[in-house]
């Protein structure tokens, strides 16, 4: 087991990597436990390990399936849910154990963010993503209509359970997409990128891999809770990445994929601006390759992402503040608040149409 331990603002929690049954135990006695997940990670055998093991531990256990996906991250699925839980009998010296990928530990951390104005919660997160991103740091928001993660709050959980087994089941897309947030934290530390990559490019993370990106997150967080300039370097690859993710219609990009071309975007842009030189370059978009992500899009997807980029620009200081590598001792270290001229962008971005790999 490797336990970490997280810190921000005041509020402390352990991370630990390995068998979620030694964990788990110690968080629940005797409390009356609020079992939220999907119905399709409750039925894989770690979802049914970890539902034995809340009953072994809690008082009393309320099981809540959310919908799969984003389609469990809305305020209407969390107003059914809470009323359920409120007849259910669950109070403030209740907990909810959050058992699922990034868009559950999402919801149902919002949900305990927002239930009695606020009941701790435990994250039992199912995917890479979830492992090395999204279940840590304490952001728990549902989507509008309208725009995604439109409506949140900061509810750092009380323990973030990651216990690899959970991946057996992950589908390989899934996978893919966890490893582009994995190959990001590599960018984002050069001695870390070698091992990132020969694990992306082998399809499965292991534990001191997924310690590290975790170790780099709870770091970026303790010193920057609130996102006002060191955590602003885990959007490494995401401005570009958000542009095509939304330029896809969220269906024709994983997360994960949309920040891998992101990623590529990024480093070319530095290279462009003489930031840094060639070789980083090509080992980024090596790692990104060999992990089976995309570094190039369509014509039309670019054009979109471009204009995308152009409407964030509009919004003023709060839309581009790019995130770029620039040389240094150990071949280079990540900035943000970058100023980018237009040229430097639209050049990139005509750069960035072809037929690199594709997913599938
Ligand atoms: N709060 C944050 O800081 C933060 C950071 C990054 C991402 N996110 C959010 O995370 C979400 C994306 O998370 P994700 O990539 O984990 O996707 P996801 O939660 O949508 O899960 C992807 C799919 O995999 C399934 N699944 C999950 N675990 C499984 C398992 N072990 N076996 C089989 N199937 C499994 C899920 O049911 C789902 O169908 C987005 O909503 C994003 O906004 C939040
Ligand atoms: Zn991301």
């Not at 963010?113 to 993503?129: C, K």
Request: net charge positive; charged share 20%; hydrophobic share 45%.
């Amino acid at each position: 087991v490797i336990a970490l331990r997280a810190a921000q603002e005041g509020h402390r929690y352990p991370v630990r990597i390995g068998p979620v049954a030694g964990g788990l135990r110690e968080q629940l006695a005797g409390r009356t436990v609020a079992l939220v997940s999907c119905d399709r990670v409750a039925a894989t055998p770690f979802g049914r390990r970890v539902a034995a093991e809340v009953r072994r531990g809690a008082a009393q256990v309320l099981v809540q399936r959310l919908p799969d996906g984003e389609r469990g991250k809305t305020l209407a699925v969390l107003e059914r849910a809470s009323v359920q839980l409120l007849r259910g009998g669950l109070q403030r010296d209740g907990c909810v154990v959050a058992l699922g990928g990034g868009a559950l530990t999402d919801a149902a951390g919002f949900l305990a963010a927002t239930y009695m104005r606020g009941i701790p919660w435990i994250a039992i997160p199912t995917t890479l993503l979830g492992m090395v991103d999204a279940a840590l740091g304490g952001k728990t928001a549902v989507n509008l209509p309208i725009a995604k993660n439109a409506v949140g709050a900061f509810h750092p959980p009380a323990a973030v359970l990651a216990d690899l087994a959970a991946l057996n089941t992950l589908p390989a897309r899934e996978m893919r997409s966890g490893f582009g947030e994995v190959l990001k934290y590599g960018a984002l530390d050069p001695g870390l990128l070698r091992r990132a990559a020969a694990r992306a490019a082998a399809g499965r993370p292991d534990a001191a891999l997924v310690a590290a990106c975790v170790r780099m997150k709870l770091s970026c967080v303790a010193r920057d809770p609130r996102e006002r300039g060191e955590r602003k370097l885990l959007n490494l690859g995401h401005t570009f990445g958000h542009a095509v993710e939304a330029a896809g219609g969220f269906r024709a990009f994983s997360h994960g994929e949309a920040v891998a071309v992101g990623l590529d975007f990024a480093f070319r842009l530095a290279a462009r601006l003489g930031r840094i030189g060639p070789g980083p370059v090509e080992q980024m978009a090596l790692a990104l390759r060999g992990a089976g992500l995309p570094t190039r899009v369509s014509a039309a997807i670019a054009r979109r992402a471009g204009s995308h980029l152009g409407y964030d620009k509009k919004r003023g200081s709060a839309g581009l503040g790019w995130v770029l590598p620039v040389a240094s001792g150990r071949g280079w270290r990540v900035e943000w608040d970058v100023g980018v001229p237009e040229g430097a962008v639209s050049a990139t971005l005509r750069e960035s149409v072809g037929q690199g790999l594709r997913r599938g």
